[in-house]
């Protein structure tokens, strides 16, 4: 006698996409920002502001535009980098409106251009669009292995939009550093872009070449020592951010790319050698530029004595008067709208807001917004760890590698750690260049993310797997 029993195969289970996490975490980053809102509106004005409503909506229904997207093409992404990017630029709106509301600055921009206009209205409008590509990269980029395609043509790409700046009659020159174009009476700022698409270049190199860029000739003080040919990319590398610090006198945008390309290499290749290398040679180039351009020079003198030359430079000033704010703003600082930032002048509206920050939210809130910006960088290094092909972890790496260094070299400058760099702060500062660039940021690291953490499709069953004759002997 023999008993068949019937035994049919168990699917994959479905993994949790968390988008409703995602989704709860964005109205908390949409409700902050309006508190916040109504906070400065009644410390300055002593009640609500009329237009809080109409950010607050505006604010909500471009997260949710955003979330939706997120929700039917990139199912599976990481639900914390959409809600922190929000967040931030929801208090970035109201720290540009906070510095709108100053006499100081109205009274100076209207003995300087005649009139004043408002920074928050532009600023909304870049965000609308900042968003409108976010999603336009989760829509267009089904597959960010496809720009391993186009290695060699973003590095073309990414030299042209560095020399862009450059062009006489082109090419603006602001407070020093020329890293502006101007088109049809808008200011754009190519190196924000810049840094997106030469890390699609380093990734795509380092996949291909980090075997040979591994290898070591001798060993030296405990370090491996690379081959003398395999120098050359390190040393292309530091020549082009030399020249980019040289003549257009910006020194942020040329140690964001040699600090992003050092970053990427050390994880292509796992030599800590490179890491002393790009140091040495980082430490060099600053300090012969530093000796002979004029710009650069005075930004390094405002680092040594801000208050050495007080009088006499305008660096040394803002330097001087930054490090007076956060002083003031003690460990939980003056209130929203209560502070006197507005005296670093235009700046303020630059890198120089991380300074209201400091001195209106004190210590606490410049740990709170470095958590923030420190958890896109970890949630950025997660992705790479989690994607499952080569480039996808270096282009992920090297992504959160640039904001990371951005990040540093803002908050470094205007707290005095290293010399001022001129760029902008994510999210926060005022100006349509780097929201749209770091929105695009953020919407890449989604959909590498979504690629990452998407289940694998569960193979084809076998006809013999559907059912299994089991025969027990009589």
């Known amino acids: 006698m023999s008993v068949v029993t019937n035994t049919t195969t168990i699917g994959a289970i479905e993994l949790p996409s968390r988008r409703n996490t995602e989704l709860m975490l964005l109205g908390f980053a949409v409700v902050i920002p309006i508190f916040a809102y109504a906070n400065v509106g009644l410390a300055i004005h002593g009640k609500l502001p009329p237009g809080m409503v109409v950010y607050g909506l505006g604010l909500a229904v471009m997260a949710g535009v955003a979330h939706l997207v997120v929700r039917r093409f990139a199912k599976y992404a990481d639900p914390l980098l959409l809600p922190l990017g929000t967040l931030l630029n929801g208090l970035g709106l109201v720290l540009i409106w906070r510095l709108d509301q100053s006499e100081r600055l ?5 003995r300087a251009y005649g009139q004043f206009s408002e920074s928050t209205p532009n600023q909304m ?13 989760l829509l267009v980029l089904k597959d960010h292995r496809t720009l391993q395609r186009f290695t060699y043509i973003s590095m073309a790409a990414a030299l042209i939009l560095l020399i862009l700046p450059m062009i006489p009659g082109l090419g603006a020159d602001v407070f020093g550093a020329k890293i502006w174009i101007s088109v049809a009476g808008f200011s754009i700022q190519p190196g924000e872009f810049a ?11 380092l996949m291909v070449k980090r075997d040979a860029l591994a290898l070591a000739s001798r060993r030296f003080m405990g370090l ?13 590398i530091w020549a082009m951010s030399l020249l980019v610090l040289i003549f257009e006198n910006d020194l942020g945008t040329s140690l ?8 990427m290499l050390y994880v292509a290749t796992e030599r800590t050698s490179w890491i002393v290398i790009g140091l040495l040679m980082s430490t060099a180039g600053a300090v012969v530029v530093g000796t002979t351009a004029s710009h650069v020079e005075a930004r390094v003198n405002a680092w040594l004595d801000p208050f050495g030359c007080y009088a006499t430079s305008g660096a040394c000033e803002q330097v001087g008067q930054s490090i007076m704010s956060f002083g003031s703003g003690g460990v939980l600082g003056t209130g929203w709208g209560q502070g006197n930032s507005d005296l670093i002048g235009f700046a303020a509206n630059s890198d120089f807001i991380f300074s209201t920050v400091g001195e209106e939210l004190g210590l606490a809130g410049v740990m709170a917004f470095l958590l ?5 960088i970890e949630r950025g290094a997660r992705t790479a760890l989690a994607a499952r092909d080569p480039f996808g972890k270096l282009f992920a790496i090297g992504l959160s590698g640039a904001f990371a260094l951005q990040i540093f070299v803002v908050a470094g400058g205007v707290m005095g750690l290293i010399p001022l760099t001129g760029m902008t702060m994510p999210f926060l500062a005022s100006g349509g260049s ?17 690629t990452a953490r998407r289940p694998a499709p569960a193979p084809a069953p076998s006809p013999d797997s559907e059912m299994t004759q089991v025969v027990r002997p009589s």
């Open 372 to 376: 923030l910006y420190g958890l896109i």
């Open 125 to 137: 409008l870049y965000t609308a669009m900042g968003i409108a590509l976010f999603c336009g990269v």
């Open 224 to 236: 491996y020592l690379p081959r003398g040919r395999d120098l050359g990319p390190i040393l292309m």
């Open 195 to 205: 840094k997106i698409v030469i890390a699609v270049f380093f990734a795509g190199y």
């Open 434 to 450: 780097s929201v749209l660039a770091n929105w695009a940021l953020i919407g890449i690291l989604i959909r590498i993310s979504d």
């Open 256 to 263: 964001l790319f040699f600090g992003m390309f050092v970053i």
């Open 106 to 110: 109205q009274n100076l921009a209207k």
